[in-house]
């Protein structure tokens, strides 16, 4: 299952997510169909091991059609983790990409638009609220997809391991 992120934002939160295209990989000819939502992306990802995608899941297309999009460096890719649950109706899912590209962030939007961090807030949201009732932290997946290095663009600054970008203090 791939992403396909838009280009990072200079902001680290710019209130949308940095998906722009879903896509599963068919199990049978392994060329990639566009996922038209982000309800049936997750409904195919949360039951891939027991339900391999293949293309006539998606109606009058077959492993003969040609692939809706090609796995190239046009585009950054990212993969996610299959058997992820889905997102609690209501709730949304975002995945926010780093300005060097090293990785996603993934937070979880309230359908009163709170932004939850981590699972303690998630918990602490949860208990708080009656209406959420028959919802579980454990529905809330922090996980993130990996990006593709390859598909990264050359002209991005690669994070070079162990360093920060603050500040080192000097003496005088």
Request: glycine share 4%; with cysteine.
């Amino acid at each position: 299952m791939f992403w396909e992120p838009r280009k990072a934002y200079k902001k680290p939160y710019s209130g949308q997510s940095s998906i722009d295209v879903l896509a599963a990989q068919c199990e049978k000819c392994k060329k990639w169909r566009v996922i038209q939502s982000e309800e049936e992306f997750e409904d195919i990802r949360s039951k891939l091991s027991e339900e391999p995608f293949y293309c006539n899941r998606k109606s009058g297309v077959s492993c003969e059609d040609p692939a809706d999009i090609e796995y190239d460096s046009t585009r950054t890719w990212v993969v996610d983790k299959p058997n992820m649950p889905k997102t609690p109706e209501g709730f949304k899912r975002h995945l926010v990409l780093r300005r060097d590209y090293s990785k996603l962030d993934a937070y979880y939007i309230t359908p009163e638009g709170k932004k939850l961090r981590s699972q303690n807030e998630i918990a602490t949201i949860l208990k708080g609220n009656p209406k959420y009732k028959g919802i579980s932290p454990s529905d809330f997946d922090f996980g993130t997809p990996k990006v593709m290095e390859d598909t990264v663009p050359v002209d991005v600054p690669k994070k070079v391991p162990g360093s920060s970008n603050k500040k080192l203090k000097t003496k005088d």
